[in-house]
Each structure stands twice: as C-alpha cells, then as structure tokens.
C-alpha cells in the first residue's frame, strides 16, 4: 500500500509539473507576444510619422507658393496653416489621427482652391511641390495601411481567449486604428 501512495504521488507531482509547465508556456508566450505587437505597432506608428513630418514640411512651401496667385483665397491658406500648426501640438496618438485628419480636409480644399488657377498650376516650383506632396500622401496612405494591419492583428490578439485573459491582467489595451476623416466620404467640390 505504501508503494502505492509514492507511485500515486509521483504521478501527481509530474502531472502538476507538466500542466504547470504549459500554464508557464501559455502565460509567457501570450505575454512576450503582446509585447513584439506593441513594438511593432509603435514602429509602424513611427513610420506613419516620418511621413506626416514630410508632408508638415512641405506645406509651409506650397502655402507660400499658392499664397502669390490666390491672394483672396486667405481663409483657406489660413484653415491650413492653422491645421499644421494643430498637427504640431497634437501629443497622443488619437490626437495626432484628429489633428493629421483636419489637415487632409484642409489640404483638400487648398487643392480646390488652386483648379481656380491656371497660370500657378503652370508655375515649376508649384508643380514640383505638389508632386512632393502627392508623393507623400501615397507613402503616408501605405504607411497607414501597415500601422492599421498591425493594430487590427494585436487587438484581434489581446481579444482571443485565453490571450484576452493575460492582456487584461498586464492592462495591454486597444490601439487605435488612423481612420480617415468623414469629409473624405464626399469629393470635394470644385467651383469656377
């Protein structure tokens, strides 16, 4: 009977071994997973940054290169010198979405503006800047995109059970998605 006891206590010791083994493995490897996610969320957000810097660069040239054609078009060079500056003193990341997002309406409506414009839609440093800036918008777009699907993969992760378990205990939470703004829905009219 007392071999019976050992053998009986030997089996339950290894099987505690070995479900606390893969209770270690599941804990670990979820939480080391979260952390790779959030890296690579903060990686993909920067490169959507180095874009947007770009493009904040750029627009203090095309304002000033539009504002010797459009000199009655003021409130629209106003709109988005005041968005750039927005942009500038957003601090969190669902801010700078927001602030990025009133940036491209008032990018939009600046582009309206100009159709009005022959003679600037012909002038070389006119031209060469909104290449740059449709350039940039493209890279922004693709850096977007990247940033969105590595945000979607995380947060379908810290969501999936029992990882949502393990996310919750660390307090890894939802990122937020760069949406584009609303007005993006309609084309923008253009008036002659």
Known sequence: MDMKKKKNAIIAFVLLLVLGYAFFKLFAGNYNKFVKMDVAIKAAWSQVENQLQRR???????????????????????EVTNARARVGGA???PDKITANNELSGALSRLLVVIEKYPELKSNQNFL???DELAGTENRIA????????TVKNYN???????????????N??????????????R????KF
């Open 56 to 78: 904040y660069d750029l627009i203090p040239n095309l304002v000033e290169t539009v504002k010797g054609y459009a000199k009655q078009e003021k409130e629209v060079l106003v």
């Open 172 to 185: 890894f939470k939802e990122s937020p998605y760069f949406e584009a703004p609303k007005e993006a829905q």
């Open 91 to 93: 601090g969190s990341v």
């Open 142 to 149: 693709v850096e977007r995109m990247r940033y969105n699907e």
């Open 128 to 130: 060469r800047l909104q």
């Open 156 to 170: 379908a992760a810290i969501k999936t059970f029992p990882a949502n378990i393990i996310a919750g205990i660390f």
């Open 187 to 190: 084309a923008p009219e253009v």
